[in-house]
């Protein structure tokens, strides 16, 4: 294979933004991955930045969906408690409706511990 720019010379590499073949005097090594001398150092070192940012994104992203779990597993707790309370106290169930409320966030407490789950387990 020949260099890109360089048709005589021998090409070494590839660049690892643009894919074209490149010869020792056109290479630059941007590690990890060569990139052409002046043209696509920054796309490489771009594109270094978010392979290596990713690399942590499922475990962050999982413990996210579970602090949000939580939270809505507070909420769902704390209404469901405020709707049942007069009941158990022998008042009129004014606010009943409540619990309904808060079964909705029990449910979306189970999804995002769920998916939370489900996130984390991917490799």
Avoid: W
């Avoid at 001398?37 to 690399?55: F, P, Q």
């Avoid at 475990?59 to 209404?79: C, D, E, H, N, P």
């Amino acid at each position: 294979m020949k260099c890109y720019y360089h048709h005589q010379a021998d090409a070494v590499a590839l660049c690892k933004s643009c894919n074209r073949a490149v010869c020792p005097e056109c290479a630059a090594d941007v590690h990890p991955g060569t990139a052409c001398k002046g043209r696509c150092e920054s796309d490489v070192a771009d594109l270094n930045t978010i392979i290596e940012r990713s690399k942590t994104a499922y475990t962050k992203t999982g413990q996210a969906y579970r602090r949000s779990g939580v939270f809505t597993l507070i909420i769902g707790l704390l209404f469901v408690a405020l709707g049942l309370l007069p009941l158990l106290v022998n008042e009129n169930g004014g606010a009943l409706f409540m619990a309904p409320i808060g079964a909705v966030f029990l449910l979306s407490s189970f999804f995002s511990f769920r998916s939370g789950k489900q996130i984390t387990e991917v490799k």
